[in-house]
Structure formats: structure tokens, C-alpha cells
């Protein structure tokens, strides 16, 4: 499982964008800027649609502020299904990337096996990643929403 001061995978990650589909390769993705990434186990669902994804869209220009340059959100659904999510939070300022084939969320160590809710998905989390590097890292218990808020991550800059 990643952990703090982990060099993050490399892999692809997907987004869409005015109908253009984008592939992101980590190591571009992360080199030399400061993220904050949060995952969740699926869009649409409902502590992700009301308050996590939305807690991030609130402190984007806090977080901002602190230094960080993008603000990504991450699940194990298509970039299609991301796109539209994120078109219905107004997440204008969050990078909406997919992991269609949870490939990246495994190579994280954070996935988890739901059975019938929708299979392999993200386990909830945020980290900060500095230049490709963990520096902080919120790994939620299965079924809660504590430590991986937008405020704690703020909190921790």
C-alpha cells in the first residue's frame, strides 16, 4: 500500500474534456507541481456527490492558496461518468480523472471488492503528492467519511 514519502506509480489516467478524451501518465501528471488528490468509491453515490467532492470544490481556492497547483479527483469509473459528475457538482476547478480499470487504484494498494454495488472500486482517501512523493496521506475506514475531508487536508498544509 502507498504510504507517506512513497514515490506515487506510474500509470494512465483518463479525462474528457470538451468531448476530447485525454490520457494522463503519472509521472508527467505529478512532476514538479503539488497535488491534492482525493478518490472515492464512485460518482454519483451519495457521500461523495454531497459532501466530499463538494467540500473540495469549497476550499479549492484555499487549498490553492496553500500552494497546491491541481486538485484531482479520482475513481474507478469512466472518464465519461467523471466528466458528467463533475459537470453536475460545477467542479470547474477539480481534475475529474478516471480509472476505468482500477489498474491505478491497485497499484495504490487502496482498492477495494464491493460485490454487487459496482465490483472493484477506490477505497476513500486524500493525499498531497509534492513532486510525484506522498507527503500526506488520509485513509478512510471502510463506511466513514472523517479523515479524508477537504478541511483536514487544508488543516495539514
Not at 488528490?37 to 453515490?45: E, M, R, Y
Not at 470547474?92 to 472500486?121: C, N, P, W
Amino acid at each position: 500500500m502507498i504510504a507517506i514519502n512513497s514515490k506515487m506509480p506510474t500509470g494512465q489516467l483518463q479525462q474528457m474534456n470538451d468531448g476530447n478524451m485525454t490520457n494522463h501518465n503519472t509521472d508527467e501528471l505529478f512532476a514538479n507541481k503539488k497535488i491534492a488528490l482525493f478518490a472515492v468509491p464512485g460518482a454519483f453515490t451519495p457521500t461523495c456527490s454531497e459532501t466530499h467532492l463538494p467540500g473540495f470544490i469549497v476550499a479549492a481556492d484555499e487549498l490553492k492558496a496553500k500552494g497546491i497547483d491541481h486538485i484531482i479527483c479520482l475513481a474507478v469509473n469512466d472518464a465519461f461518468v467523471m466528466n458528467a459528475w463533475g459537470k453536475a457538482q460545477n467542479a470547474e476547478h477539480i481534475m475529474m480523472l478516471a480509472d476505468g480499470d482500477g489498474s491505478y487504484t491497485k497499484a495504490l494498494g487502496l482498492e477495494m471488492e464491493t460485490g454487487a454495488f459496482g465490483g472493484l472500486r477506490s477505497q476513500r482517501y486524500s493525499m498531497v503528492i509534492d513532486n510525484g512523493i506522498v507527503t500526506h496521506l488520509n485513509i478512510e475506514q471502510p463506511k466513514q467519511f472523517e479523515v479524508s475531508t477537504a478541511q483536514v487536508l487544508l488543516n495539514s498544509l
